[in-house]
Nanobody, 123 residues
Framework: QVQLVESGGGLVQAGGSLRLSCAAS????????MGWFRQAPGKEREFVTA????????YYRPSVKGRFTISRDNGKNTVYLQMNSLKPEDTAVYYC????????????????WGQGTQVTVSS
């Protein structure tokens, strides 16, 4: 069992930055592929980015590539999402997820989810 707690969300102006953190409880954090998803009001939850168990491989949705960076610290059981050049369309609740695949981009490949943190980007 893994419990995930996100933090770092908030209100920011367009062009600004935020850094989200996701702290995981339990052992064997390094055996989980980690991902970030987001859900805007009235929309489906969508993949944002993922990182492999070792941290060597990352995937991004095209609209965030070059602006967002995912990283992990297995010693601290934490995964991060650095978000730069934020746009109003990035506004959503951001969810951290853990799965037993090395890395995954599909929602149903993740086994554990956090409660989410709100990110609001004003224009």
């Amino acid at each position: 069992q893994v419990q995930l707690v996100e933090s770092g969300g908030g209100l920011v102006q367009a062009g600004g930055s935020l850094r989200l953190s996701c702290a995981a409880s339990g052992r064997a954090f390094g055996t989980y592929g980690m991902g970030w998803f987001r859900q805007a009001p009235g929309k489906e939850r969508e993949f944002v980015t993922a990182i492999s168990q070792s941290g060597r491989t990352t995937y991004y949705r095209p609209s965030v590539k070059g602006r967002f960076t995912i990283s992990r610290d297995n010693g601290k059981n934490t995964v991060y999402l650095q978000m730069n050049s934020l746009k109003p369309e990035d506004t959503a609740v951001y969810y951290c997820a853990a799965g037993q695949r090395e890395i995954a981009t599909v929602r149903n490949e993740y086994d554990y989810w956090g409660q989410g943190t709100q990110v609001t980007v004003s224009s």
